[in-house]
């Protein structure tokens, strides 16, 4: 295996001429790194994504999309929107429903005329829907029936229009998207947007506390989308002999798309790159790892991003390693943070020259801090990737005192990719916004090659007798007991030592390790302070959010 030369690399992509110039430009106050040919805005990026015409774009069952056929619903929902509903930019437009062509077309339509989109937790129920509609007081939601039925009823109190699907009957009132997207209409008129006019608003995944709406500009989304394609020249010029066996395989480069639109993973990884540069995106109803399977095998998909959960449960397959079914799969990637280092092994060892990677970063960075990909990430496949030359990164002690490398701290993060704010909650964002520097919540240390490594969430590190425990490493070792599919671990008050470990953790199909055996597991492999005062076998899959995360919160609370 030759050695790479990282440095050299990064520097051939960054000087001055090349594809992935920077240049520094103003941000709070001092300077910051930014591509110089990165998009404007999302208006000009989601433009751009016309001269693919008429490829596939999209496929849900089997409806087909081509990007011309996408462009026309496009542009005819943009009219009416402009002309009918009056939206002007700067307002804001919900979007609720499954993984769907119509949630693209929804999205698109309401960037070219210059309204905000606000992507809606799509699984949500009544409460956390309106709880959303409310704080971000949209003029308009463009959704499905489902989500319809769940608010239908608050929207006249909101002064907010509705859109919906015809797939079920519609409240009085709400008007059919299959009519608003009919051509022969008006046409929107352009916009010209300044990089620091709003851009999108996502809402937090939610996974220990209630979500909130992140707001980000132009520069922000846009700089975030060209970092994508940062990555894959970097891994493009580090992997040369995976790309041209991918290159001899054939395959038109396509996506199966089930984690969900209204995350940075979904929307900003999938969706707008694959708009951006005519790719194939092939989109599930719902999670199920066979029928996955089947759709790698028939839609010929090159990548899947997902879940650590899902690509566990991909690869659990009895199909995954059949060449005639997953030949085409190219790379696997999943995020850079708790994961279990198993998973990693397993990976590696079945997939060893395929383009997987890893990656880390947060809705309030626009997903922009670290990642690894081909064979960067197999050679350091510990770490959680390597740092983006538009992110600047500190490591800090709980007295805000930045660490030295190789000593973990809270990760925070600054940089032209960083939220404006939390909307509408000064408090917050002046909470998690201090001198300009994201204070993420995350444990970890960068080491001297600039790969970062993330240990644990503040939250979840364990306090025993003054020894700090992350959760994350004992979760780790605990899933490599043969007998354990899924591991949380978390800590509870104990008189005498403060906190207490406690994991709960699901075994797999026709297993049956005891408390004793897994309590021994751990005791063999990690510090004897760090073995779980109780383990409890849990009956059933784990409670996750819509992106995969553990919801430990729910989890204690059935627990304590």
């Known amino acids: 295996m030759t050695n790479i030369d990282l440095d050299a690399v990064r520097r051939q992509l960054t000087a001055p001429g090349a594809p992935f110039e920077l240049v520094d430009v103003d941000l709070h106050g001092g300077r910051a790194p930014a591509y110089r040919n990165a998009f404007r805005s999302l208006p000009e990026l989601i433009e751009a994504g016309r001269v693919h015409a008429g490829r596939e774009f999209m496929a849900y069952g089997e409806d087909r999309w081509s990007f011309d056929r996408f462009f026309a619903a496009v542009d005819a929902l943009a009219g009416r929107l402009h002309h009918d509903l009056g939206l002007r930019p700067g307002d804001r437009v919900a979007i609720a429903m499954r993984n769907r062509p119509e949630w693209a077309v929804a999205f698109a339509a309401a960037v070219l005329v210059g309204a905000v989109p606000v992507p809606l937790n799509s699984f949500g129920l009544r409460d956390e829907l309106c709880a959303a509609l409310r704080d971000v007081q949209p003029r308009l939601l463009v959704c499905d029936v489902d989500r319809l039925a769940r608010v239908a009823d608050e929207l006249d109190g909101l002064d907010c229009r509705a859109i919906s699907l015809a797939d079920g009957p519609r409240a009085p009132g709400v008007q059919a998207f299959e009519d608003l997207v009919q051509q022969g209409g008006p046409a929107a008129p352009k916009v010209s947007l300044s990089p620091q006019d709003p851009a999108l608003i996502l809402f937090t995944s939610g996974a220990s506390s209630q979500a909130k709406a992140v707001l980000s500009n132009q520069r922000a989304v846009c700089q975030a989308l060209f970092n994508i394609d940062y990555i894959g020249a970097l891994t493009a010029m580090t992997s040369p ?104 092994d397993e990976l590696l060892e079945r997939r060893p020259d395929s383009l997987s990677g890893i990656g880390f970063g947060m809705t309030e960075s626009n997903g922009v801090a670290a990642a690894a990909s081909g064979e960067i990430f197999s050679r350091h496949p510990r770490s959680s990737g390597l740092l983006s030359p538009i992110i600047g990164l500190c490591v800090v002690g709980p007295d805000g005192t930045p660490l030295p490398p190789m000593e973990p701290g809270e990760i925070c993060l600054r940089g032209v990719t960083v939220m404006e704010g939390y909307w509408r909650k000064p408090e917050a964002t002046a909470s998690a916004l201090r001198e300009g520097w994201l204070h993420t919540g995350d444990i970890g240390y960068l080491d001297g090659q600039g790969f970062l490594h993330v240990v644990d969430r503040i939250k979840d590190v364990i306090n025993r007798s003054g020894e700090k425990i992350a959760a994350a490493e004992i979760e780790s070792c605990l899933l490599q007991h043969p007998g354990i599919e899924e591991a949380a671990v978390f800590g509870l008050p104990d008189d005498t030592t403060g906190e207490a470990v406690v994991a709960v953790v699901v075994p797999l199909p026709g297993a049956s390790p005891s408390e004793a055996q897994l309590r021994e597991h751990v005791r063999e492999r990690l510090a004897a302070y760090k073995v779980p005062r109780a383990v409890h076998l849990h009956d059933g899959p784990l409670p996750r959010n819509a992106t995969g995360k553990l919801l430990k919160n729910q989890i204690k609370r059935q627990y304590t």
């Open 241 to 344: 002999a995976r790309i041209e066996a991918m290159l001899r395989r054939g395959h038109a480069p396509a996506t199966l798309t089930a984690v969900p639109l209204f995350h940075v993973s979904g929307l900003h990884a999938q969706l707008l790159v694959s708009l951006r540069h005519g790719r194939r995106l092939v989109f599930m109803h719902r999670w199920d790892p066979a029928q996955a399977i089947e759709l790698i095998a028939r839609e010929r998909i090159t990548q899947f991003n997902g879940a650590p959960s899902m690509v566990m449960q991909l690869m659990a397959q009895p199909g995954f390693d059949d060449p005639a079914l997953t030949g085409s799969l190219a790379g696997i990637g999943f995020g850079g943070a708790g994961l279990p280092q198993r998973l990693i």
